[in-house]
């Protein structure tokens, strides 16, 4: 935590962590209905934290906080991607046309 930043204040970590519980549980309804390889989410995110480890150590907490936001995000919405599914069209029951998981969430 930075110490002395008028910025950092409890609010924000309660919101962060608000909105950590809110994205777990939507990963794991979606992990529990679509087979979502949890566990090679989890592999990858931890891969990336190893390799930039240094760059994130000399960044400001916020900016890391950011940062690693914006990857996990990325690793989530890459693997729904590699799921498709099948929607059929209501007008015509025998059209169907495949729509990328994260496209439509």
Do not use: W
Not at 43 to 50: L, M, T
Request: aromatic fraction near 6%; glycine fraction near 2%.
């Amino acid at each position: 935590m930075m110490e002395g930043n008028p910025i950092h204040i409890p609010r924000e970590e309660k919101e962060y962590e608000l909105a950590r519980v809110i994205k777990n549980a939507s990963i794991q309804k979606v992990s529990e209905t679509y087979d979502l390889d949890m566990e090679k989410i989890k592999g990858e995110i931890q891969i990336f934290q190893k390799m930039y480890k240094k760059y994130i150590d000399s960044l400001p907490e916020i900016t890391e906080i950011t940062e690693l936001r914006k990857r996990c995000n990325f690793l989530v919405a890459k693997e729904l991607c590699d799921i498709h599914i099948s929607i059929l069209d209501k007008t015509d029951p025998n059209s169907s046309f495949d729509t990328c998981l994260n496209c439509i969430m």
